[in-house]
């Protein structure tokens, strides 16, 4: 088994693990989930206004199924809103999140495999 690779900030004993990229359909979910809240709705009232199960509604919002572009047009109609403006925002919150896995932290840093 080959482990992943780490960096170690020197000054500091123990390697900080590299994360992976967020996925599209984990940023897509969450902000799925996050206007869902925001605009006071649940998931069984959600999932009923877009035509699908609060089970398959819930996997989505926690990334763990990619949607069609069909059901993603159902669930932001449910919420009210459309796919221009989820798509733009989850594109603002991965570009955010690939930010902040790319940047290293101030200092020197060492790759050890």
Do not use: C, F, N
């Not at 925001?38 to 089970?55: H, M």
Request: aromatic fraction near 2%; charged fraction near 25%; charge should be positive.
């Amino acid at each position: 088994m080959s482990s992943a690779p780490s960096l170690t900030l020197v000054g500091h004993d123990r390697p900080v693990p590299l994360r992976p990229e967020p996925l599209w359909r984990e940023v897509v979910g969450a902000r799925l989930r996050h206007l869902r809240r925001r605009r006071g709705l649940t998931l069984v009232e959600t999932a009923r206004r877009a035509g699908i199960s609060p089970q398959y509604l819930s996997e989505v919002e926690r990334g763990r199924k990619d949607p069609s572009s069909e059901v993603l047009a159902a669930v932001t109609g449910a919420l009210g809103s459309d796919l221009v403006e989820v798509t733009h925002l989850a594109s603002l919150d991965l570009r955010r999140q690939h930010l902040s896995v790319t940047s290293p932290p101030p200092g020197e840093i060492r790759l050890s495999a």
